[in-house]
């Protein structure tokens, strides 16, 4: 079993994900993508990442991805989008990706949709539950999607694409060195919350557990379902 991984800064890596796919056997290669390009195909499991950039911006290599992207999507294969990653997800399917009300950062309450108590990876979730955020920007619910999970500042959090491609705005990969990392990198997005990088990291800390259990279930469930 075969994963790729797309990063858009080297801050922001698969993190947990990373090792659920070494417990299960599976490799892993990564693609900085806005500096060595796209990788030739998808493996048996795409895994796209965050970044400080949008999906609306006018790079070519954004345009590019996001064609990718779609490809990989049209063909049915496994695919999970995190932060951005879900943002291109959602722009690649068609629906608007906007501003939101005010940014995410750090642990966020969130809660399952109907369809989202159903779904097969978040259906064991409690109704409700904090994940790692770090976002600015919010997308529409794609044609054909099912909408898994939502938050007061944005209304979908998390959705799925037929059976195998899930869209996270939330981040359940997230390590205490890549909350070291954002803290350092993205400094002023902290300071824009009302948070100190302190706050952020203290309050995320205790939490991690669940969340890598939630990308232990996710990878588990997609490389199930693919062998």
């Given at each position: ?7 858009h ?12 796919l ?7 290669a990564?693609?900085l ?15 796209v ?35 951005l990653?879900?943002?291109f997800?959602?722009k690649?399917?068609?629906a ?9 950062i750090?642990m ?9 108590k159903?779904?097969p ?5 409690p ?6 955020e ?8 794609p044609?054909?999607?099912v ?16 059976a ?8 359940l990969?997230?390590?205490?060195g ?17 948070f ?5 990291k203290?309050?995320?800390l205790p939490?991690?557990?669940q ?9 588990g469930?997609?490389l199930?379902?693919?062998?």
């Amino acid at each position: 079993m075969r994963a790729v991984c797309l990063q858009h800064v080297p801050f922001e890596g698969p993190g947990a994900f990373a090792k659920a796919l070494a417990k299960r056997g599976a490799t892993l290669a990564s693609h900085l993508v806005p500096k060595d390009g796209l990788p030739q195909d998808a493996g048996d499991l795409l895994i796209v990442m965050g970044g400080p950039m949008s999906v609306n911006d006018p790079d070519t290599w954004i345009e590019e991805e996001t064609v990718f992207i779609r490809s990989v999507l049209q063909a049915n294969k496994p695919i999970i989008g995190v932060c951005l990653g879900s943002q291109f997800m959602a722009k690649a399917l068609g629906a608007t990706v906007r501003s939101g009300k005010a940014l995410e950062i750090g642990m966020t309450p969130v809660r399952l949709t109907d369809p989202g108590k159903k779904d097969p990876v978040f259906g064991t979730c409690p109704e409700t539950f904090d994940v790692f955020e770090w976002h600015g920007e919010i997308f529409d619910l794609p044609d054909d999607c099912v909408p898994l999970v939502s938050s007061d500042i944005a209304p979908l959090q998390a959705f799925r694409y037929s059976a195998r491609a899930y869209g996270l705005l939330f981040h359940l990969e997230m390590e205490e060195g890549g909350i070291d990392s954002l803290c350092r990198e993205c400094a002023p997005d902290v300071t824009k919350a009302g948070f100190t990088a302190q706050q952020v990291k203290a309050t995320a800390l205790p939490r991690l557990p669940q969340l890598h259990g939630m990308a232990d279930r996710l990878i588990g469930y997609l490389l199930g379902d693919v062998r």
